[in-house]
């Protein structure tokens, strides 16, 4: 019967033992969070301060254009996000649109964000609403800073937006407080059609994005037309500490974490052994 030691030296097996590995440290803490220790990057704390500084009974713009594919990287920070915006609705008296204009997934998707928000004591109608999957991307959310109703003469469920109580009085960007947009796209589309009219009446904008398109963003973060951003999963798990609400975005990270430990400790071995190997003679040199 093979020993292990035999079993071991042989290259296909240290591969595999190395996988098995991969797979137990990516897969425990998806199961099971640590909470590691994480950076949280200042744009994230600037996009939470902005959200947790609406005044009482500000309006909160939700605009949810992320898909499918996209869900592992943003899902974190928009789920965060919803979860903060609601918080508000409760202790503040804050009021949410919640809308999506680039593809109808992101309806969907926005309807299992507002699933792991506690509703508890919150009236639809009254205290949000979700007007879904308005068609026209770029037209719809230019027209949204001047006439919602117009663009969205019903809600998501067939109600009248005219007939909502907690539209009454909202129906342009002069009653907005907050804008915020997840998009797995181009972000300059939100500072093309909301930056001119938000920056004149000093509305934050927020944008929660994919990390390979964070560079397009930064001019316009410096030049203050977006005012913060979202930076993927990292973004996602930082804001979930800060609401102190671990979930996805830290249970990605921690299996990131522990996969690169990995990583650095097969390194590690690796030369160990190879520098051994060099300084230690055969044994019949030896004899």
């Given at each position: 019967m093979m020993s292990f030691k035999e079993w071991f030296t042989r290259r296909e097996n240290q591969d595999r033992t190395i996988f098995v590995l991969y797979l137990i440290l990516i897969a425990y803490p998806m199961l099971r969070p640590m909470g590691l220790p994480i950076p949280i990057?200042?744009?994230?704390?600037?996009?939470?301060?902005?959200l947790e500084n609406v005044p009482e009974g500000g309006v909160i713009v939700l605009v949810s254009d992320e898909g499918f594919p996209s869900w592992a990287e943003?899902?974190?920070?928009?789920?965060?996000?919803?979860?903060?915006?609601?918080?508000?609705?409760?202790?503040?008296?804050?009021?949410?649109i919640c809308l999506t204009c680039y593809e109808i997934a992101g309806k969907i998707l926005t309807e299992r964000s507002i699933s792991q928000v506690d509703l508890t004591g919150l009236k639809y109608g009254e205290d949000w609403v979700q007007l879904g999957y308005i068609p026209g991307y770029e037209a719809v959310l230019s027209a949204m800073t001047d006439d919602?109703?117009?663009?969205?003469?019903?809600?998501?469920?067939?109600?009248?937006?005219?007939?909502?109580?907690?539209?009454?009085?909202i129906n342009s960007i002069d009653d907005y407080d907050y804008?915020?947009?997840?998009?797995?796209?181009?972000?300059?589309?939100?500072?093309?059609q909301w930056g001119e009219k938000a920056?004149?009446?000093?509305?934050?904008?927020?944008?929660?994005?994919?990390?390979?398109?964070v560079p397009l963003a930064m001019p316009y973060y410096r030049a203050g037309t977006m005012t913060a951003y979202l930076n993927s999963i990292t973004a996602g798990a930082g804001y979930e500490k800060l609401i102190g609400r671990p979930g996805m975005g830290a249970a990605l990270m921690d299996a990131q974490s522990t996969a690169h430990l990995l990583g650095i400790g097969v390194i590690i071995v690796a030369q160990v052994a190879f520098v051994i190997k060099l300084t230690t003679k055969p044994k019949e040199e030896k004899e």
């Open positions: 990057e200042e744009p994230t704390i600037k996009s939470y301060e902005l943003l899902g974190a920070g928009e789920v965060a996000v919803y979860r903060h915006a609601f918080k508000k609705v409760r202790e503040d008296g804050c009021k949410i919602l109703k117009g663009i969205a003469p019903v809600d998501q469920f067939g109600t009248p937006t005219k007939d909502i109580p907690m539209l009454k009085d804008l915020y947009a997840c998009t797995y796209t181009a972000m300059d589309v939100y500072i093309r920056l004149a009446r000093e509305i934050p904008i927020v944008i929660n994005m994919l990390s390979g398109t």
